[in-house]
């Protein structure tokens, strides 16, 4: 008997089995089939699979759809994953990179729609300016772009998204000009005053419609200072043109964040609980274990230990691999060491060995 007999038999005692009632009166689906002996028609359906990355021949039969090739079905699931279980799949393959890195643009694009309505025409500038300015985004949206399973995709609920560029350069004149032209009209522009007087050098706030977009300029060539002097733990997230940044990945799994500063509002705090985040006022009572997923430890920018960095890829999908700069070079070069303490404000130490460390703060006034 030839292959092809042998594979059409299997094929027809298949459909019997199919045909034939199961003891309680429903019929057999199986989880998995394998198609017959592949015609001529079908060679070409057979090689695409094998380019996607399914294994030859193999499907998954659904009640409410007949058949899922492996792709598809992978592609249906990641959507629901958590920003945890998302990074460990980008690391599986390629497929499965690609597939993480274009849930993460359909996300930011949902996300950005109404501080940007015609993004066809200047949601590319944005990202491309961003990477000109050497730029990040910071507060709600990072969040939002990271929990989105756990929440709902909205972009409507966030009314500011917040921008940081490091000191010197202009770079705050370049997005003015962007914002203006978009049609953004300057509502604020202040120095820093007060705590964030160490990290900040002005702000400038723009409005359209009941949007607002801030541009927070950092003292230094550098944008950790501004985002380690953030009020909460929770805002410890940056999203650059190629990466983004998890200063605190523990206590974002487990929603919670810890309060930095006293610099904390009733808006605040009824934000993170729209957002099911828990507050945590101290550190003093601290009740998970020690480790790098604990608050109280010195982190520092060398090395990013404990510090959680995931690439997507660029707004446009097309990000050249080779261009895009290290961590250190994206952050600015920064050497910076910080912790939650105890401390009312930031405290420069000069005891470290120049060759680590330039400058240490303690970005926090828990007392």
Same mark, same amino acid.
């Given at each position: 008997m030839s292959h092809r007999e042998r594979c059409s038999k299997r094929l027809l005692l298949k459909k019997k089995m199919l045909a034939t009632p199961h003891p309680n009166g429903t019929t057999r689906v199986p989880l998995l089939t394998y198609t017959s002996y592949p015609t001529n028609a079908a060679r070409f359906s057979v090689r695409i699979k094998r380019m996607q990355g399914a294994p030859a021949g193999l499907h998954f039969l659904t009640p409410s759809r007949q058949v899922h090739d492996i792709p598809e079905l992978l592609d249906a699931i990641a959507v629901y994953l958590s920003w945890e279980e998302l990074i460990i799949l980008g690391h599986s393959g390629q497929h499965a990179q690609d597939i993480? #890195?274009?849930? $993460?643009?359909?996300?930011?694009?949902?996300?950005? %729609?109404?501080?940007?309505?015609?993004?066809?025409?200047y949601l590319v500038d944005f990202f491309d300016l961003l990477q000109e300015t050497n730029g990040g985004i910071v507060g709600s949206l990072v969040w939002r772009l990271m929990a989105a399973c756990d929440t709902t995709l909205d972009g409507n609920v966030l009314k500011d998204l917040n921008i940081i560029v490091p000191g010197g350069g202009h770079f705050t004149c370049k997005w003015l000009s962007f914002l203006f032209k978009i049609g953004y009209r300057s509502v604020v522009n202040q120095d820093c005053l007060g705590w964030y007087n160490w990290? $900040?050098?002005?702000?400038?706030?723009? #409005?359209? #419609?009941?949007?607002?977009?801030?541009?927070?300029?950092? !003292?230094? %060539?550098?944008?950790?200072?501004?985002v380690i002097s953030s009020p909460l733990t929770s805002?410890?997230?940056?999203?650059? *043109?190629?990466?983004? *940044?998890?200063? *605190?990945?523990f206590l974002f799994r487990q929603r919670i964040a810890v309060r930095t500063t006293t610099d904390i509002t009733l808006t605040m705090v009824s934000r993170l609980r729209d957002k099911g985040i828990d507050l945590s006022w101290s550190t003093i009572e601290w009740t998970f274990p020690c480790g790098e997923a604990c608050p109280v430890l010195w982190r520092r920018t060398e090395n990013l230990s404990g510090i959680g960095v995931a690439r997507w890829g660029g707004i446009s999908g097309h990000l050249d691999t080779s261009g895009i700069p290290s961590t250190q070079q994206e952050l600015g070069h920064a050497? *910076?060491? &910080?912790?939650?303490?105890?401390?009312?404000?930031?405290?420069?130490?000069?005891? &470290? !060995?120049?060759?680590?460390?330039?400058?240490?703060?303690?970005?926090?006034?828990?007392?």
């Open positions: 993480v #890195e274009r849930i $993460i643009r359909h996300r930011l694009i949902v996300l950005m %729609k109404p501080f940007i309505l015609n993004l066809d025409a990290a $900040i050098k002005r702000t400038l706030i723009f #409005e359209k #419609e009941g949007r607002f977009i801030s541009v927070t300029e950092s !003292k230094t %060539k550098s944008i950790m200072p501004i805002m410890f997230n940056v999203l650059t *043109y190629s990466r983004i *940044y998890c200063f *605190y990945p050497h *910076y060491k &910080w912790r939650l303490g105890k401390h009312n404000r930031p405290v420069s130490f000069t005891n &470290w !060995k120049p060759a680590t460390l330039r400058a240490a703060f303690v970005c926090n006034i828990i007392s």
